[in-house]
């Protein structure tokens, strides 16, 4: 029986994909890692195989094909780039074309041509949902804190998500006592966390008086196979400095960097963290 083919990994931001690279490796499988110039972290550097510019699709398609690569996943935020002024070589030049071609030019019209092009070239995407294994199941409550106080907040605030979503816009909301406090646009759920928390306490929560859910949902238009919403620590962290009461998510459309220490660092803060059924939504 043939050897498996290497997985290739196109790496952003962010721990999830040093998160992927561990997972595979002890499951056995070869990883060929592709790191996004300037956006990977320095802490998980040295497990990157190769680098690419974030407009250099063409050699990444080079890069990947030496190795053997058939499938892909590609994991992690990388910071918008100007696409007017980005350095490109022939892939990512098809991209953008593409991407300057239509009206809506959000994250996810430029994302659904990134998977375009690395399909047309031969490859298959995989999710990273697919590759990254849950320490337990998400749905429900997953802290001690209760919902009971919140659960309209949470309602509008998932209700906000999924609007913003549609329009391509971002996929968090903050809502407390029925007033919307952020959306998330290109600056990203932590910068909208420390410009919330930087609001009068008269209209947010505190740490002894928390109100507030910050709500996480993919977009309701865009391909699971990349940039579900991702969770991690500095999420939490971020929720608990802003006074917000919780956090609630897709249970089947968001990817946690460290499950268990967002559960911890959520019950030390007395926040909730809440997974939404497809019934809930």
Known sequence: MAAPTPLGLIAG?????????????????????????????????????????IGQLELARDLMQQAGVRDVVIVGGVQRPNLTTLELDAGGLWVV?????QAQRGDNALLT???????????????????????RPLQGLLTGATIEPHQQDMTRAVEIASHIGALDIG???????????GVESVEGTDAMLARVGDLSEEVRGTPEARAGVLAKIPKPQQDRRIDLPALGPQTVEGAARA???????????????????????????????????????
């Open 243 to 281: 006074g917000l009461a919780g956090i609630v998510f897709e249970a089947d459309g968001v990817l946690f960097e460290a499950l268990d220490a967002c559960i911890e660092q959520a019950n030390r803060a007395g926040l909730f963290l809440y997974g939404l059924t497809p019934e809930d939504l």
């Open 171 to 181: 996929q968090a909301a903050i809502v407390a006592r029925g007033i919307v406090l």
């Open 97 to 101: 074309e593409r991407a300057l071609s």
């Open 113 to 135: 041509h990134v998977l375009d092009y690395f399909e047309a070239q031969g490859f298959a995407i995989v999710s990273a949902a697919d590759v990254l294994a849950q320490t």
């Open 13 to 53: 931001n962010g721990m999830l994909p040093y998160r992927i690279i561990e997972n595979l490796r002890q499951s056995g499988r070869t990883v060929f890692a592709l790191g996004i110039s300037g956006e990977v972290a320095e802490d998980i550097s040295e497990n990157m195989d190769a680098w690419v510019g």
